[in-house]
């Protein structure tokens, strides 16, 4: 990189007349700017080609390593990035998959000024967060969406206006506006109205806050969603409008819905589609109605529901396993469905007649035991698997979820009663699951088994008529695999192993013959559920789990 380079971008994102939506946060994190990114981006002209960027401020190189508790799911991925699980919105809404460069965290932005900076690109100057760093993010900004062939380009700024760390971010952005122009830099800011009880007053103090925070760093928003338990009262949006100096059609109501995919719905009835395709002049998406079918497609009206526990140790928020819940409601598109999702915490349940004594888990139509790491809850696990193994309960394994089965049929089948991971015990005696070659003594930052991976699926087998071809690819993370050590015992003891990766050595898919439904797939398939195309495996695990549900 040159400084002819840096000159060069911005006059080519001038020629091009690249159009960006910057969103930004106030109040409190968490509260779905990445959900209005995706729906805004959703709702403007279809013939665009849109290009999301996320920007994190924490010092992470990215979010690998961090507890999906804390930060919601790690997504990743085809290229094997692993990044914020704001992606997962941004390709479910918009049909799109995405790529590693579009998302910047303050990690990757330090090292690579630094290696700049020990390159010698900055000699003889001193090296500031403003203006280099504030102008390199620009930069990346910049370079990202025309490498990306963007044309409109939503930038979702992480955290709340106000946090020491996403400053820069907010310095970048109105360098943005400056440079390329007001009529293709449009500001949409995410605040919280709050309600306090038990008069039920929404107030607008915390709003006006954030709004004024944005004021002080020269950004005043073209728009604000203001995110409520309910609609905003029309008192709310008078009060708004005259402390912060806006028009009432620049209150956008945020509130509260059942399905995330009803929001873009919401924005498109406040005309806000035309507020910021007025402002970027650009025009709004004439085929939203195809989304807008779908969405009606997923609501559930049916009054005998289903129940599917999700079952795994990252229990106390939804967002630990934000895609599976994504993909069963997508498969309701194929399969119309009432259904009730279950967080089971595995760590209950380490004894098996705690499982069969639980109506928690014999009230089940269908069983995931979704991926993780650790021993944490793993005996729970293995118990619910036996469960649904023996009580013929639909049941869908995902990357350990996997492995856990293959250890449960090990055990319990095969007769290998000390089959174990060596996750979990690295001296065990018959290590059915074990490490692969070349992860051992690796660091954990993005060093796994990561992105789009091709399997050849078995002729004649459940998965391959599924999937309706027997080359497929699904995207992994992982670092433990199947011994293959162990693949002829497992057959003869029939298990079915379905699928394999091109190598034939390492083992993606097991199913079980003469089950309603028992699968398990090494990969991830989640991540590539939308809501116009639902993944086929979680259409058919919800089809079986209806069926289930209809022979009681």
């Given at each position: 990189?040159?400084?002819?380079?840096?000159?060069?971008?911005w006059?080519?994102?001038?020629?091009?007349?690249?159009?960006?939506?910057?969103i930004?946060?106030?109040?409190l994190?968490?509260?779905?700017?990445?959900?209005?990114a995706?729906?805004?981006?959703?709702?403007?002209?279809?013939?665009?080609?849109?290009?999301p960027?996320?920007?994190?401020?924490?010092?992470?190189?990215?979010?690998?390593?961090?507890?999906?508790?804390e930060?919601?799911?790690?997504?990743?991925?085809?290229?094997?990035?692993?990044?914020?699980?704001?992606?997962?919105?941004y390709?479910?809404?918009?049909?799109?998959t995405?790529?590693?460069?579009?998302n910047?965290t303050?990690g990757?932005?330090?090292?690579e000024?630094?290696?700049?900076?020990?390159?010698?690109?900055?000699?003889?100057?001193?090296?500031?967060?403003?203006?280099?760093?504030?102008?390199?993010?620009?930069?990346?900004?910049i370079?990202?969406?025309?490498d990306?062939?963007?044309?409109?380009?939503?930038?979702?700024?992480g955290?709340?206006?106000?946090d020491?760390?996403?400053?820069?971010?907010?310095?970048?952005?109105?360098?943005?506006?400056?440079r390329?122009?007001?009529?293709?830099?449009?500001?949409?800011?995410?605040?919280?109205?709050?309600?306090?009880?038990?008069?039920?007053?929404?107030k607008?103090?915390?709003?006006?806050?954030?709004?004024?925070e944005?004021?002080?760093?020269?950004?005043i928003p073209?728009?604000?969603?203001c995110?409520?338990?309910?609609?905003?009262e029309k008192?709310?949006?008078?009060k708004?409008?005259?402390?912060?100096?806006?028009?009432?059609?620049?209150?956008?109501?945020?509130?509260?819905?059942?399905?995330?995919?009803?929001?873009?719905?919401?924005?498109?009835s406040?005309?806000?589609?035309?507020?910021?395709?007025?402002k970027?002049?650009i025009?709004t998406?004439?085929?939203?109605?195809?989304?807008?079918r779908?969405?009606?497609?997923?609501?559930?009206?049916?009054?005998?529901?289903?129940?599917?526990?999700i079952?795994?140790?990252y229990t106390?928020?939804?967002?630990?396993?934000a895609s599976?819940?994504e993909?069963?409601?997508?498969a309701?598109?194929?399969?119309?469905?009432s259904?009730?999702?279950?967080?089971?915490?595995t760590?209950k349940?380490?004894k098996k007649?705690?499982?069969?004594?639980?109506?928690?888990?014999?009230?089940?139509?269908?069983?995931?035991?979704?991926?993780?790491?650790?021993?944490?809850?793993?005996?729970?696990?293995?118990?619910?698997?036996?469960?649904?193994?023996?009580?013929?309960?639909?049941?869908?394994?995902?990357?350990?979820?996997?492995?856990?089965?293959?250890?449960?049929?090990?055990?319990?089948?095969?007769?290998?009663k000390e089959?174990n991971?060596?996750?979990?015990?690295?001296?065990?005696k018959?290590?059915i699951?074990?490490?692969?070659?070349?992860?051992?003594?690796k660091?954990f930052?993005?060093t796994?088994?990561?992105g789009?991976?091709?399997?050849m699926l078995?002729?004649?087998?459940?998965?391959?008529?599924?999937?309706?071809?027997?080359?497929?690819?699904?995207?992994?993370?992982?670092?433990f695999?199947?011994?293959p050590?162990?693949?002829?015992?497992?057959?003869?003891?029939?298990?079915?192993l379905?699928?394999?990766?091109?190598?034939?050595?390492?083992?993606?898919?097991?199913?079980i013959?003469n089950?309603?439904?028992?699968?398990?797939?090494?990969?991830?398939?989640?991540?590539?559920s939308?809501?116009?195309?639902?993944?086929?495996?979680f259409?058919?695990?919800?089809?079986?789990?209806?069926?289930?549900?209809e022979?009681?």
């Amino acid at each position: 990189m040159n400084y002819k380079e840096i000159t060069d971008i911005w006059k080519e994102a001038k020629e091009k007349k690249l159009k960006f939506v910057v969103i930004t946060g106030g109040v409190l994190s968490g509260l779905g700017k990445g959900v209005s990114a995706a729906s805004i981006a959703l709702l403007l002209d279809d013939k665009l080609r849109k290009v999301p960027i996320k920007c994190d401020g924490y010092l992470n190189y990215d979010p690998g390593t961090m507890n999906p508790t804390e930060h919601g799911e790690v997504f990743i991925l085809d290229d094997g990035t692993e990044v914020d699980m704001d992606f997962g919105h941004y390709e479910r809404f918009l049909n799109i998959t995405c790529n590693g460069s579009q998302n910047l965290t303050m990690g990757k932005i330090y090292k690579e000024i630094i290696e700049l900076e020990r390159s010698g690109f900055y000699l003889g100057r001193t090296v500031k967060l403003i203006p280099e760093v504030a102008d390199y993010i620009a930069y990346r900004i910049i370079k990202t969406a025309i490498d990306n062939n963007g044309k409109l380009i939503t930038l979702e700024i992480g955290g709340t206006v106000g946090d020491l760390e996403n400053e820069l971010y907010l310095v970048a952005a109105k360098n943005l506006q400056r440079r390329l122009g007001k009529d293709n830099v449009c500001f949409v800011h995410l605040a919280y109205i709050p309600e306090i009880t038990p008069s039920n007053e929404q107030k607008t103090k915390p709003a006006q806050n954030s709004i004024s925070e944005l004021f002080k760093r020269g950004i005043i928003p073209d728009a604000v969603l203001c995110r409520a338990r309910r609609s905003l009262e029309k008192k709310v949006v008078e009060k708004l409008c005259d402390n912060c100096g806006l028009l009432q059609e620049q209150i956008i109501s945020a509130n509260d819905l059942k399905n995330i995919y009803e929001i873009p719905i919401n924005f498109k009835s406040q005309m806000l589609d035309v507020l910021i395709g007025k402002k970027l002049k650009i025009k709004t998406n004439k085929e939203f109605y195809k989304f807008a079918r779908a969405v009606h497609k997923t609501e559930n009206s049916l009054s005998k529901k289903i129940t599917i526990g999700i079952c795994g140790k990252y229990t106390g928020i939804d967002d630990s396993y934000a895609s599976i819940i994504e993909a069963l409601h997508h498969a309701k598109t194929k399969i119309p469905e009432s259904i009730e999702i279950k967080l089971i915490d595995t760590e209950k349940y380490d004894k098996k007649k705690s499982v069969e004594n639980s109506k928690e888990i014999t009230g089940l139509d269908g069983i995931i035991i979704p991926g993780g790491f650790g021993a944490r809850g793993v005996n729970g696990k293995l118990n619910i698997i036996e469960y649904a193994r023996t009580h013929d309960v639909p049941f869908l394994g995902l990357c350990y979820g996997m492995q856990l089965a293959i250890v449960e049929y090990a055990r319990n089948v095969c007769g290998i009663k000390e089959a174990n991971t060596t996750e979990i015990d690295k001296d065990c005696k018959e290590q059915i699951i074990t490490i692969l070659p070349g992860q051992d003594g690796k660091t954990f930052g993005g060093t796994m088994r990561l992105g789009s991976q091709v399997t050849m699926l078995s002729k004649g087998s459940r998965v391959a008529e599924i999937y309706g071809k027997l080359k497929i690819e699904e995207r992994h993370r992982h670092r433990f695999e199947v011994n293959p050590k162990y693949h002829k015992i497992l057959k003869e003891k029939g298990l079915v192993l379905s699928g394999f990766d091109q190598t034939g050595k390492l083992l993606e898919f097991i199913e079980i013959k003469n089950h309603p439904f028992f699968i398990g797939t090494q990969a991830h398939p989640e991540l590539k559920s939308k809501l116009l195309t639902p993944h086929p495996l979680f259409v058919e695990f919800v089809r079986a789990t209806k069926k289930r549900k209809e022979k009681k």
